[in-house]
């Protein structure tokens, strides 16, 4: 193989593996995060959906004080509960307030994971066309079609 084409394979190769696969890891590992959201909004609306219909006036519980240590807590009214809104803000909400706020915050969490997972395809489909172009290049026979894992 010629110096020019072994060059183009190794710059083809450099961008997948320097820019490509990292973008992906990072798309990845982002929309992890926002499914970890996801689920403590759908964990609170489920609490607050069972205060509601057991009709709890006030409750006792364990509340986690870091390092995995446990206080014993009383809540004396559970009327009104307090929301972590991001950068570290709370917000005092009534149970129909709550469930109106996480239903709007569970729209954009539907919106991010969307916008995350088409933008993992694409990377992955940048990915396979390099690699093509390297196949290609390198004058390799196509590759069968082989089931895709799933990120």
């Given at each position: 193989m010629?110096?020019s084409?072994?060059?183009?394979?190794?710059?083809?190769?450099e961008?997948?593996?320097?820019?490509?696969?990292?973008?992906?890891?990072?798309?990845?590992?982002?929309?992890?995060?926002?499914?970890?959201?996801?689920?403590?909004?759908a964990?609170?609306?489920?609490?607050?959906?069972?205060?509601?219909?057991?009709?709890?006036?006030?409750?006792?519980?364990?509340?986690?004080?870091?390092?995995?240590?446990?206080?014993?807590a009383?809540?004396?009214?559970?009327?009104?509960?307090?929301?972590?809104?991001?950068?570290?803000f709370?917000?005092?909400f009534?149970?129909?307030?709550?469930?109106?706020?996480?239903?709007k915050?569970?729209?954009?969490?539907?919106?991010?994971?969307?916008?995350?997972?088409?933008?993992?395809?694409?990377?992955?489909?940048q990915?396979?066309?390099?690699?093509?172009?390297?196949?290609?290049?390198?004058?390799l026979?196509?590759?069968?079609?082989?089931?895709?894992?799933?990120?």
């Amino acid at each position: 193989m010629d110096s020019s084409r072994q060059d183009k394979v190794r710059k083809f190769e450099e961008f997948v593996d320097k820019r490509l696969k990292p973008d992906l890891i990072h798309a990845i590992n982002q929309r992890d995060k926002v499914f970890e959201q996801q689920k403590i909004f759908a964990d609170l609306r489920r609490n607050i959906e069972s205060l509601e219909k057991n009709s709890v006036t006030s409750l006792r519980t364990l509340v986690n004080i870091g390092s995995e240590v446990y206080l014993q807590a009383e809540v004396p009214d559970t009327q009104r509960i307090f929301v972590d809104v991001g950068f570290g803000f709370h917000v005092e909400f009534t149970w129909s307030e709550a469930l109106n706020y996480i239903e709007k915050r569970e729209e954009k969490i539907t919106r991010q994971i969307e916008e995350y997972t088409q933008l993992i395809a694409s990377i992955k489909a940048q990915i396979k066309l390099v690699c093509e172009g390297i196949r290609e290049l390198l004058q390799l026979p196509a590759e069968k079609s082989v089931p895709e894992r799933i990120f």
